[in-house]
């Protein structure tokens, strides 16, 4: 019976001649399991960061640009990584490999059958073409009072007058398969209405006509991390969640655009909420393994502390942003991973000999831990490409008489030892072309990075300054 990360390590380091592979953009963020934690497990990497040589001290690690200078023809994905032909030999030295990549694709699947790869991931079809359909996932779910009010429409079709009667006049905009809040619009006025049905006529895709309208509600953003298993459905505390702040992102990209999460300031929401919204957890991921989905998914949510109510807005069936500073944050508690669940469910699913028993209980307590810590990414602002100089090293710093100290190598949560120190990670070398909106760097911290009306501390804005003063556009 596997009761804890003491028992699933133990039964990690006795399965034979099997090897798994985080498959990333970067290395930072496939940063599972160290060398010690976990000696079968490899980053796949396509580009050298900052940080890359330090992940790589403790995490074995193969990385496509140490091998190919010039990387920039290469598409940024899964696909040009498993293709590449140094990753191809590294993994025919072993005959049982897991790929886990951050979200599915069919050309994907396609290499993984080709080789005989283990795809710890569900299907795309299931995936990525039902339940991340955001109306697809409403129809899904019998309980609609867990929704804002809304409704579907045609894109074509659309009547701001009529849903503005039916709805109100501040709504919310999706289309239905678009993703990081590219297709979201936050509408007050029959004039933004219209500009986003253009927008979304530029993004639209063959097959799928129809728009998401919804009732805007007050509340936080906020997010819960759930793994859909044979044993149950492991899930988070709800975890407040960082969007749409202008000073590390565009607001030319969208609404509802995902910058991080704050674990640390999670702390007020009230046991209730949680407790409100663990019966739908638990019946929604019942339902959807039983129409075949394995594994790691989120779910975006909207919490009203004055009402004390949680709206739920969207399933992400896939590895979701919170990862892997969250199980960084496992870590520093000393607490079982989200990841390693993940990967258990698959194995069972793959290695039909073992029999494996898991006491959903004392993992589930685990995970319910109250967290401490925080990630913040900053975005390029240009919708063009850029090329950055980030004069800084990768590492921990503190803010003192009104200057940055860098005080010591570091890249993940458990090298912060106090509140006043503050990582910048996942940083971009001189070289690269930043596309189009594109990650610059990450803030990790044990401190709150937003208050609870989702503006940034002083703390925070002062680490962004910071980060900003040293750091320039490359003509």
């Known amino acids: ?81 498993l293709k590449d032909e140094k990753v191809v030999n590294l993994l025919a030295k072993s005959t049982n490999n897991y790929i ?59 009547n701001y007058y009529k849903i503005k009667e039916m709805l109100g006049d501040q709504l919310v905009l999706q289309y239905p398969i678009s993703s990081g809040g590219k297709g979201t619009f936050i509408i007050g006025n029959e004039k933004e209405f219209n500009k986003a049905i253009n927008k979304i006529k ?11 309208i919804s009732k805007r509600v007050a509340g936080i953003p906020a997010s819960v991390s759930c793994i859909a298993t044979r044993w149950g459905t492991f899930y988070s505390p709800i975890q407040i969640q960082i969007n749409d702040i202008k000073e590390v992102t565009s607001p030319s990209k969208g609404s509802g655009v995902f910058n991080g999460h704050d674990w640390t300031l999670s702390k007020i929401i009230p046991n209730s909420l949680n407790e409100q919204l663990a019966n739908f957890i638990k019946e929604y991921g019942k ?39 969250l199980d960084m944050i496992q870590e520093y508690l000393g607490k079982i991973k989200f990841i390693s669940l993940h990967l258990l469910e698959f194995i069972a699913e793959f290695e039909n000999d073992l029999d494996i028993k898991v006491s959903y209980r004392e993992m589930q307590k685990e995970l319910l831990t109250e967290k401490i810590g925080s990630h913040l990414i900053i975005s390029s602002k240009f919708k063009q490409p850029v090329k950055y100089d980030i004069q800084l090293k990768p590492g921990v710093y503190k803010i003192e008489n009104d200057n940055l100290k860098y005080l010591k190598d570091g890249y993940k949560i458990s090298h912060l030892e106090n509140t006043n120190e503050f990582i910048f990670t996942e940083m971009v070398n001189r070289h690269d072309f930043i596309k189009g909106y594109g990650r610059i760097a990450r803030i990790l911290s044990l401190n709150s990075l937003v208050d609870k009306d989702s503006n940034l501390t002083s703390f925070t804005t002062n680490i962004i300054n910071q980060f900003y003063k040293n750091t320039k556009i490359v003509k």
Not at 38 to 57: D, M, N, R
Not at 126 to 145: Q, W
Not at 202 to 209: S, T
Not at 314 to 320: D, F, K, M
């Open 1 to 81: 019976m596997l009761r804890n990360k003491d028992d699933i390590k133990n039964f990690f380091d006795q399965l034979d001649n099997t090897k798994f592979y985080g498959v990333g953009v970067d290395s930072f963020n496939r940063a599972y399991f160290s060398r010690e934690e976990f000696p079968s497990y490899t980053i796949l990497a396509l580009k050298k960061l900052k940080e890359t040589a330090l992940i790589s001290k403790d995490i074995q690690s193969l990385v496509i640009e140490d091998h190919i200078q010039d990387i920039s023809t290469l598409k940024e994905n899964g696909i040009t990584i």
């Open 100 to 158: 886990l990549p951050y979200k599915n694709r069919q050309e994907i699947e396609k290499i993984c059958q080709e080789n005989n790869w283990k795809l710890a991931i569900t299907e795309y079809e299931l995936a990525g073409n039902t339940l991340e359909n955001k109306i697809l996932f409403r129809k899904l779910v019998l309980n609609k009072s867990l929704f804002p009010q809304f409704s579907f429409e045609s894109i074509n079709k659309a």
């Open 202 to 212: 530029k993004m639209q895709i063959k097959g799928e006509n129809r728009i998401l």
């Open 287 to 325: 339902a959807i393994y039983k129409m075949g989905y394995k594994g790691f998914f989120g779910l975006d949510l909207i919490v009203n502390l004055q009402s004390n109510k949680v709206f739920i807005i969207e399933c992400n069936p896939r590895l979701t942003g919170a990862l892997p500073v």
